[in-house]
């Protein structure tokens, strides 16, 4: 997830400064994002670099003073089109589990069997974890959390179908042989010898 057009957003509804920023990210975000006032600072001193944001520092009696930022008319645009331009999810083409699951059919310690069977006993340790996170959370505020726990639950539903599906295979696919790279040719090659010269 972008840290600087979360901040770029937030800053857009009115200016706000760091602290605020941090507070207000979790609170309309609310999803598992971690994101460190380290890490706020420091996107926030790029985006003043890029002339995205800028800021008035308000001065604060008996506190040090504070940068309240707003969003520039150049950070607008910047913001609308990261709002128009499609995200693409990665569709795991190449994951770590595929890997692993490959390379056990090809001859690992382990059976692929064992590795389908770790596997999918993680997705529904963690189908469980968003099923309890779907029931506590709150339909009349936390709408837009619910709809993302419904998404990972669409995912993992179809990652323990995949699983099944391979499950399913298992006898065809132990047949697997990985196709041998061509061989590669041996010592120097030889030299061309220039037209004209014998």
């Known amino acids: 997830m972008s840290v600087k057009y979360t901040l770029l957003a937030l800053l857009y509804q009115h200016p706000m ?65 990261w709002y128009l331009s499609a995200e693409v999810r990665d569709y795991r083409l190449g994951d770590a589990f595929y890997i692993k699951f490959v390379l056990s059919l090809v001859g690992g310690p382990v059976s692929a069997e064992q590795v389908l ?13 968003v099923t309890e996170l779907m029931r506590e959370a709150d339909p009349q505020t936390q709408l837009p959390w619910i709809l993302l726990l419904e998404s990972a639950t669409m995912h993992l539903e179809a990652d323990l179908r995949w699983i099944e599906m391979c499950e399913a295979r298992l006898p065809a696919l132990k047949r697997y042989e990985p196709p041998k790279p061509a061989p590669k040719a041996r010592g120097r090659p030889k030299r061309k010898v220039a037209e004209g010269v014998e």
């Open 117 to 129: 069977m770790a596997q999918r006993r993680e997705l529904f340790q963690q189908l469980h974890q």
């Open 17 to 81: 400064h760091g602290y605020e920023l941090g507070k207000q990210l979790n609170t309309v975000v609310n999803a598992e994002w971690d994101v460190k006032p380290g890490q706020i600072a420091s996107t926030l001193t790029r985006l003043k670099e890029a002339n995205l944001v800028d800021y008035e520092v308000e001065e604060i009696d008996d506190a040090p003073d504070r940068k309240v930022y707003c969003i520039t008319e150049e950070g607008q645009r910047e913001l609308e089109s």
